[in-house]
């Protein structure tokens, strides 16, 4: 099941679904940090950079409207996601205290970190695609090294009865938690399995898995 609807941080918020048979679901409410004091086109991902204050802000009032009371709350170990759940949680006293879960980091991109994209060589994308799942891009981590340690808090959620959380995060998370909740455990094959939407900068999704 997908339905999408307009978030008043002017990004979409996609609400997806897939019940598997005997499995206790986590509802997770995964916000992406707000946009990042960085030009444009360079990649990024395990680089610590800070979000544009006034972005944090808006998104964190965006979520505050809609997310239920008490729930607990676990944000990513880089700065620009900290910022987001800092002002989420002066403006949401009731959810609980955050807590840094560095499997929510964005994917390392080793030796790409802060390069332009148009400058990466073509043969490193190239390589990436034929072996999406196990090729290290940039020489640090693979995709499913990713999948795996969210796969691996989404797991300890259910192992602590969890069943409603909040996450804040980053694109490549985000995508992760998406994937699990369409395969489940099972290993990604190629980029076409990969999920193609992630929620703007300072937007949300909902997706239970």
Same mark, same amino acid.
């Given at each position: 099941?997908?339905?999408?609807?307009?978030?008043?941080? $002017?990004? !979409? #918020?996609?609400?997806?679904?897939?019940?598997?048979? !005997? /499995?206790?679901?986590?509802?997770?409410?995964?916000?992406?940090?707000?946009?990042? =004091?960085?030009?444009? @086109? *360079? #990649?990024?991902?395990?680089?610590?950079?800070?979000?544009? %204050?006034?972005?944090?802000?808006? %998104?964190?009032?965006?979520?505050?409207?809609?997310?239920?009371?008490?729930?607990?709350?676990?944000?990513? @170990?880089?700065?620009?996601?900290?910022?987001?759940? *800092?002002?989420?949680?002066?403006?949401?006293?009731?959810?609980?205290?955050?807590?840094? =879960?560095?499997?929510?980091?964005?994917? =390392?991109? @080793?030796?790409? /970190?802060?390069?332009?994209?148009?400058?990466?060589?073509? &043969?490193?994308? =190239?390589?990436?695609?034929?072996?999406?799942? !196990?090729?290290?891009?940039? @020489?640090?981590?693979? &995709?499913?090294?990713?999948?795996?340690? +969210?796969?691996? $808090?989404?797991? /300890?959620?259910?192992?602590?009865?969890?069943? /409603?959380?909040?996450?804040?995060?980053?694109?490549?998370?985000?995508? %992760?938690?998406? !994937? *699990?909740?369409?395969?489940?455990?099972?290993?990604? &094959?190629? +980029?076409?399995?990969?999920?193609?939407? $992630?929620?703007?900068?300072?937007?949300?999704?909902?997706?239970?898995?």
């Amino acid at each position: 099941m997908v339905s999408a609807r307009r978030s008043s941080s $002017a990004s !979409y #918020c996609f609400i997806l679904a897939w019940r598997w048979p !005997y /499995e206790v679901l986590v509802k997770l409410w995964l916000l992406r940090h707000a946009k990042v =004091d960085l030009d444009e @086109g *360079l #990649c990024y991902g395990a680089s610590d950079l800070t979000a544009i %204050a006034h972005l944090s802000l808006k %998104a964190a009032q965006a979520a505050a409207k809609e997310l239920p009371l008490k729930l607990p709350l676990r944000v990513s @170990g880089l700065k620009r996601a900290q910022q987001l759940a *800092l002002e989420l949680c002066r403006l949401r006293s009731d959810l609980q205290p955050p807590v840094v =879960d560095q499997r929510l980091n964005e994917m =390392d991109f @080793g030796s790409w /970190e802060l390069q332009p994209w148009d400058k990466i060589p073509q &043969t490193a994308f =190239d390589d990436w695609m034929a072996d999406f799942a !196990y090729y290290r891009f940039g @020489g640090v981590e693979s &995709t499913q090294q990713v999948i795996q340690r +969210v796969a691996d $808090a989404i797991e /300890e959620l259910r192992n602590q009865a969890v069943q /409603e959380a909040v996450w804040v995060t980053h694109a490549g998370v985000i995508r %992760a938690v998406a !994937y *699990l909740s369409v395969a489940g455990s099972r290993k990604i &094959t190629s +980029v076409g399995e990969w999920p193609k939407h $992630a929620p703007d900068p300072g937007g949300f999704v909902v997706i239970e898995c």
